[in-house]
C-alpha cells in the first residue's frame, strides 16, 4: 500500500503491549512496527510501505529480501551454529578473515572478526595500545578523535564518541582527547573548508604537543563525519593526519563501520582519499544486515605484535560471539555479491546520478556534500515553521511521504542501497523534494 500521507506509523501500533520493551529513540508519533520488507522497501504491520533511503543505518545494501546471504546464514545454522571459541574457530572465520583482509590496502595481512562497530572500535583502541607497549613505548596510551564523531555505545567507544551528551554516564575511558574537524573550524572562523583544514591540521599538531607526543598511542578517526551531515573533509586534511601521525609516532585508525565496504565508491575509504591507515574498523554492511558482523582490518607492522609462531595470530580477549559460524557465513555471502556485482563500481555509477538528482532538488535550501551512495544534505535555508531543528523536521516530513532518512540539527543523510535501482533513486529526489517544499513552503 503507498503511504498515505494524512497517517502516521503509530497506526500500526494498534494495542500492542510495548511496555516492557526499552526503545532506542522515545516512542512517539514516528516510531515504526515493522513487519516485513523486500528490496529496499519496508512495510509496517498496518501494511503502510517505506522506502528505505538510509540502508537501515547503513547496514542493509544488499536489500532486504538478500536470498543468497540468507541460504548462507541458514544453511550454517543448520550445519554449525556456534563453536566453542576458547577451543579453535570455524572455516567460514578463517575464510572471512582471508576475504576481508584481501579487499583491505595491500599493506594489511590480519583481520579480527568482532560483532558489532562499537567492539571493533575498542579493540582497535587496544591493539594500539598493545603494539606500543610491545614496541617498549609503554607510556603511550591516549587516543586523540574528532568533536562530533561517532564510535559506538560502549564505554570505550562511547569515550571515543566526541559528542555533549555521552558525559551524561560519568567519566569514560581516560586519556580521550577531542579535537576540531575542518567543518566545525571552517563553520566557526566563517572561512572556506581548505582554509579550515589547514587550521584544523595546526590545532591539532598543536594537541600533540599540549598532550605529550609520548603519551598519544593513536588517532582514531572517521574519514567522512556521519554527525556533522557527511562531512567530506578537504584533500590536503586527511593525508595531512598521516603526516602529523608519522611524525610523532602515532597510529592511525580509521573507524569505517559507516564508509568501508565500498559505500564511498572504492572498497574503502582509504581507498577513495589516498590515505593509508594501519587499522580500518568495518561493520554495518558487511553481513548486509543478516547478522551482526564487523572486523578490524589490521596492517602487518601491527599484526606482527600478534604473532604466535606456526603461521598464526593472536589477540584476546574476544567476545563470545566474535568470529561466530553464522556471522561468517552472512559475511562470505556478502562478499561474494560484493566482488559479483562489482559494489564500487556500481557505486561510483549510481553516484554521480544521485549526486545530481540531489542538488538539483535541494536547490538553493542546502547544500549536499557527499561521496559514492553516502550522501548529506545541511539545509541553509529557514524553514517556514520551526518546532524541531530542521534536519529533524526535514526527516519527519520524509517519513510522512513514507521514506526514511536520518535527520537532525541542520542535516540529513541518504545512504540507499548498493541494489537500488536509478528508478529507486529517482523516486527517493521527487520524494525528498515534497518532504523540503513542505518544510521550507512551497518549491524552491
Ligand atoms: C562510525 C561508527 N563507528 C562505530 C559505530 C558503532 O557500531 P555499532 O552500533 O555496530 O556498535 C557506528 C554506529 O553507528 C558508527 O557509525
Given at each position: ?92 572465520a578463517i575464510k572471512l578473515a582471508r576475504e576481508l583482509t584481501s579487499l583491505a590496502p595491500d599493506s594489511f595481512s590480519l583481520t579480527k572478526l568482532v560483532n558489532g562497530g562499537s567492539e571493533a572500535v575498542e579493540a582497535a583502541v587496544r591493539l594500539t595500545r598493545l603494539y606500543h607497549r610491545e614496541k617498549g613505548d609503554k607510556g603511550k596510551y591516549k587516543v586523540l578523535s574528532y568533536f562530533h564523531g561517532y564510535h559506538g555505545a560502549t564505554f570505550g ?288
Amino acid at each position: 500500500m503507498p503511504f498515505p500521507l494524512e497517517s502516521t506509523p503509530k497506526a500500526a501500533w494498534g494495542s500492542v503491549d510495548k511496555s516492557a520493551f526499552c526503545f532506542e529513540s522515545p516512542y512517539s508519533a514516528e516510531s515504526i512496527l515493522f513487519e516485513s520488507a523486500k528490496g529496499i522497501r519496508l512495510a509496517d504491520t498496518a501494511g503502510c510501505e517505506y522506502i528505505d533511503a538510509l540502508s537501515g543505518v547503513f547496514v542493509t545494501c544488499f536489500g532486504y529480501d538478500c536470498e543468497p546471504i540468507a541460504n548462507a546464514v541458514t544453511e550454517q545454522l543448520r550445519r554449525l551454529p556456534f563453536n566453542p571459541p576458547l577451543h579453535g574457530t570455524n572455516r567460514p572465520a578463517i575464510k572471512l578473515a582471508r576475504e576481508l583482509t584481501s579487499l583491505a590496502p595491500d599493506s594489511f595481512s590480519l583481520t579480527k572478526l568482532v560483532n558489532g562497530g562499537s567492539e571493533a572500535v575498542e579493540a582497535a583502541v587496544r591493539l594500539t595500545r598493545l603494539y606500543h607497549r610491545e614496541k617498549g613505548d609503554k607510556g603511550k596510551y591516549k587516543v586523540l578523535s574528532y568533536f562530533h564523531g561517532y564510535h559506538g555505545a560502549t564505554f570505550g567507544s562511547l569515550t571515543v564518541t566526541g559528542r555533549p551528551d555521552t558525559t551524561r554516564f560519568g567519566p569514560g575511558l581516560p586519556g580521550i582527547v577531542h579535537v576540531w574537524t575542518p567543518h566545525s573550524v571552517a563553520r566557526q572562523l566563517g572561512t572556506g573548508l581548505e582554509e579550515a583544514g589547514t587550521v584544523a591540521l595546526t590545532l591539532i599538531e598543536q594537541t600533540i604537543e599540549a598532550e605529550g607526543p609520548e603519551a598519544i598511542a593513536a588517532l582514531v578517526v572517521e574519514p567522512v563525519v556521519h554527525l556533522l551531515g557527511m562531512a567530506v573533509p578537504p584533500p590536503d586534511f586527511l593525508p595531512g593526519l598521516r603526516r602529523l601521525c608519522n611524525k610523532y609516532s602515532i597510529l592511525l585508525v580509521f573507524d569505517e563501520i559507516v564508509t568501508g565496504f565500498g559505500r564511498t565508491g572504492h572498497n574503502f575509504a582509504a581507498d577513495t582519499f589516498r590515505v593509508l591507515p594501519d587499522l580500518i574498523c568495518v561493520g554495518k554492511g558487511i553481513s548486509g544486515g543478516y547478522a551482526p558482523l564487523a572486523a578490524v582490518l589490521i596492517n602487518e607492522r601491527i599484526a606482527s605484535v600478534l604473532s604466535t609462531g606456526d603461521d598464526s595470530y593472536a589477540f584476546a580477549p574476544s567476545h563470545t560471539y566474535a568470529a561466530n559460524p553464522v556471522g561468517a557465513a552472512a559475511g562470505l555471502a556478502a562478499v561474494r555479491l560484493f566482488r559479483e556485482l562489482d559494489v564500487p563500481v556500481r557505486v561510483r555509477c549510481l553516484s554521480e546520478k544521485f549526486g545530481a538528482l540531489l542538488r538539483n532538488t535541494v536547490g538553493e535550501r542546502g547544500v549536499v556534500r557527499g561521496t559514492g551512495l553516502l550522501y548529506g544534505v545541511t539545509l541553509t535555508a529557514e524553514p517556514a515553521m520551526a518546532e524541531a531543528a530542521p534536519g529533524q523536521e526535514l526527516a519527519r516530513e520524509c517519513l510522512r511521504r513514507g521514506l526514511i532518512v536520518r535527520g537532525e540539527d541542520d542535516w540529513i543523510v541518504l545512504a540507499p542501497a548498493f541494489v537500488a535501482t536509478e528508478e529507486d533513486l529517482d523516486e527517493i529526489a521527487a520524494v525528498l523534494g515534497d518532504a523540503l517544499d513542505a518544510v521550507f513552503g512551497g518549491s524552491q
